[in-house]
């Protein structure tokens, strides 16, 4: 199977830099297209006791999510800048919602042979509580995926 499309999956956690590394390393050596993604997924502040009716709170929440946004576009910015100069065809894409569907569903409808993601290595109790977004992706991709261990 040839390796053409790779959807990129990145956050501000400790394995982007490497989960990117590693996509450029294996697009230079396959002629393969980027997809650099990074999911937003809306989430209250768990420190701060939000009343659903208050408007300084719901404005609180949408400084914070505008700032994620931002931070998180800029990042997938400098990814694909440095992906280009390399001379990888790239593209990114910032979706909403659940990370591990978002990761799917972009491979699916971009035709992705292979997803790259990072695992930040929770186990037991913590990856129970928070989820994985690696296992949910190994478990429901359209394609091949390679796991980045942090």
Known sequence: MAIKKIVVALDHGNTSDNVFDQALMLAQ???????????????????????????QDWAACVKQYRESET?????????????????????FTQDIGNPGRAICKRAK???????IVGSHGRKG???????SV??????????SVMVIHA
């Open 29 to 55: 050596a396959t002629q393969a297209s980027l997809n650099l993604l990074n999911v937003l997924a809306p989430e209250i502040d768990s420190s701060n006791t939000f009343s659903p009716y208050s408007d």
């Open 71 to 91: 931070a998180s576009f800029k990042l997938l910015e400098s990814f694909a800048d440095k992906a280009k100069a390399a001379g990888i065809n790239t593209e």
């Open 125 to 131: 109790l913590s990856e129970m509580l928070l989820g």
């Open 109 to 115: 409808s971009w035709g992705a042979d292979l997803i």
């Open 134 to 143: 690696s296992d949910y992706v190994m478990h429901h991709a359209p394609c």
